[in-house]
């Protein structure tokens, strides 16, 4: 606008030069806000574009489907048109705050915000914020995401975290705790709002807190499910500072904001005072076992110039006792019965089997009763109790012949092993197992080498399910060679033999029995003589005795009398009762002196009861009073 000259009536003063400019700015702004627009409508969000009076001046068609209403209704009016009624109040507050602070405020801040459709109904809703510049003014623009679908999901997954019987912990990559449960609060003494945000190490004890930030790592560089009772001896800490141990499992949860773990935590502390408890009584209880054991097995006795070496160990499930038994016989005159068996089952009940059988066998065996009579005795007693079989193998081995008289009731082979290293088994003709009734047994005689050693065992040294027998038994017989060849003794033979064959014996699921006997090799000093059934024969026994004993040295005149008088007493019992020739034996081991007299019958003479006026009955009491003393 431009004026020239003065004011005059009727005169030009001065010329205004007007132009409008709308159409050319509306042209430049179609031109710059076309794109912006297309932007808008391809958003996958809701997209509300408001001024900084928080008018809305921008919608896309996003926003007409999630809110409901068209787009001309919205354009024009303020945005607390699409805020419940309840927060209108404060919104405009907050909306000139961040006018004033113009920052982009990302999805899911941590803000739980919800939204009004036309119809009146609210939803949840998330909103990401971004200030925009223009020549016009500040312009905000909010993306807005529906998530009722995920609120609804996280309301089920957080009822279900309500109702797990556990504490339920979830911690975030930086071990910051997220959610937590009820339970949680009742274990750890701590209110929610206490532990929401907190590392979770404040659920650590102190002294396992420098390692635990360390497993969380490596837990979230593996992730993988872990279950309840992984093996690891946890505790956790209660606000008040008590320990208490736990279990946990943890679990991977895949969100979209990341990688969560979740935490099941069990108190054990009931259970493992429990377990201690009973821990205590299995203690008990396989103190009380183990001396029933020893009680029924007893202690084999240690037998002159026979070394011996013996191994046993129970099974696992049998609480300390089994039916496997072994025992050794001092019968006299350098003779020793070997016996092992195998009673059917496991525990209490096959102890109490084999308690039975084992001190039958021994009795029987100091009668003199050969192999064969005494299987069949045992067999009529195993037969008397209810569903019971047992293997059994009994041997008699005379020291100074290195002969072996054995019996085998359905038991495995016995092996021996030669001066010179090569092991065989012990040829016999096996019978069924004790127990089946009416069957005879058979014995067999061997004579082997002296030093020899025999060894018998029962099937849990050898048995394994789907196990070849006769295989195991020859593995058997090669580890039994090198362990033998690389002692110096029987017992680091044993020894050397279940390290090979059970290196965890304490774990093993059936009884083991091993019983390694050595045939002496060093000589013994024996002599004999056939004598006749015959009252002459006593005085013929004496002079024997006598002239061996001078052959011996032996010039202990105390000595030769005692020996003479227990010479004439068995002789003379023995001629008198006997209807064949009687074999007197003398036998000299160490500083021990033996004096045997044998007849043909298989049944030893038994010391009884004489009458005050009785001639006779008080023979063997003499013997054995003069042998004793």
């Not at 001896?233 to 773990?261: Q, W």
């Not at 004096?595 to 004489?610: H, I, N, T, Y």
Request: with cysteine.
């Amino acid at each position: 606008m431009r004026s020239t000259g003065s004011a005059r009536f009727g005169h030009v003063v001065g010329c205004l030069l007007l132009r409008d400019s709308t159409s050319a700015r509306r042209s430049v702004a179609a031109t710059t806000e076309e794109p912006f627009r297309a932007l808008l409508e391809a958003a996958p969000d809701a997209m509300v574009i408001v001024d900084d009076a928080g008018v809305i001046r921008l919608v896309n068609a996003q926003t007409e489907a999630l809110f409901g209403h068209p787009r001309r209704e919205l354009l024009g009016r303020h945005i607390e048109v699409l805020v419940p009624e309840r927060f209108r109040g404060q919104h405009p507050g907050h909306r000139l705050g961040y006018a004033a602070s113009r920052q982009v405020r990302p999805m899911g801040a941590g803000l739980v915000l919800y939204g009004l459709r036309r119809d009146g109904r609210e939803f949840p809703v998330e909103i990401s914020l971004s200030p925009l510049e223009t020549p016009e003014g500040l312009l905000i623009s909010a993306a807005v995401r529906d998530v009722s679908e995920r609120r609804a999901a996280e309301e089920c997954f957080r009822a279900l975290l309500e109702a797990a019987p556990d504490a339920m912990v979830i911690v975030d990559e930086s071990g910051s705790i997220q959610l937590v449960n009820a339970q949680t609060e009742a274990l750890f003494g701590y209110a929610r709002e206490d532990l929401l945000g907190r590392p979770v190490e404040v659920l650590v004890p102190e002294r396992f807190r420098g390692h635990h930030s360390d497993f969380r790592h490596g837990y979230f560089v593996n992730r993988k499910t872990r279950p309840m009772g992984a093996g690891l001896e946890l505790y956790g800490l209660r606000c008040d500072g008590g320990e208490f141990p736990v279990e946990i499992s943890l679990s991977p949860l895949e969100t979209p904001d990341g990688t969560l773990v979740s935490a099941a935590i069990r108190d054990v502390t009931e259970r493992k005072s429990a377990e201690e408890m009973l821990a205590k009584l299995y203690e008990q209880q396989r103190h009380v076992a183990l001396t029933l054991q020893r009680s029924l097995m007893g202690s084999p006795p240690d037998v002159p110039g026979m070394p011996t070496a013996s191994r046993y160990f129970p099974a696992r499930q049998g609480a300390g006792v089994g039916g496997d038994w072994f025992d050794l016989i001092p019968l006299g005159g350098g003779r020793v019965g070997v016996m092992v068996g195998d009673v059917m089952g496991r525990g209490l009940d096959a102890a109490a089997v084999m308690g039975q059988l084992r001190s039958a066998s021994h009795a029987l065996a100091k009668t003199g009763m050969p192999p064969w009579q005494l299987m069949r005795a045992l067999d009529a007693v195993v037969s008397e109790l209810p569903d019971q079989f047992v293997t059994c193998c009994y041997l008699v081995v005379d020291a100074d012949s290195a002969e072996i008289t054995m019996c085998s009731a359905g038991h495995l082979p016995v092996l021996l092993v030669a001066p010179g290293g090569e092991v065989t088994r012990l040829p016999v003709e096996v019978s069924v197992p004790l127990g089946v009734g009416e069957v005879p047994h058979h014995e067999t005689r061997h004579t082997v080498e002296a030093g020899s050693v025999l060894a018998l065992y029962t099937d849990g040294l050898v048995e394994t399910p789907d196990s070849d027998i006769e295989g195991q038994v020859d593995g058997l017989a090669a580890a039994l060679e090198k362990a033998v060849a690389a002692s110096d003794g029987l017992e680091a033979a044993a020894d050397r033999l279940l390290a090979e064959l059970l290196p965890d014996a304490d774990d093993n699921p059936d009884d083991v029995t091993l019983l390694l006997v050595r045939i002496p090799d060093t000589p013994v000093t024996s002599q004999s003589m056939l004598l006749a059934a015959d009252p002459s024969s006593v005085g013929a026994g004496r002079r024997f005795l006598c002239s061996t004993l001078a052959l011996w040295g032996k010039d202990d005149e105390q000595l030769r009398d005692t020996a003479c008088l227990l010479t004439s007493e068995l002789l003379s019992n023995a001629v008198n009762h006997s209807r064949g020739p009687v074999r007197l034996r003398l036998r000299q081991a160490g500083r021990e002196l033996s004096v045997e007299v044998c007849d043909g019958s298989p049944v030893l003479p038994q010391a009884r009861f004489a009458a005050p006026d009785a001639e006779s009955g008080r023979g063997l009491l003499l013997v054995d009073s003069l042998a004793s003393s």
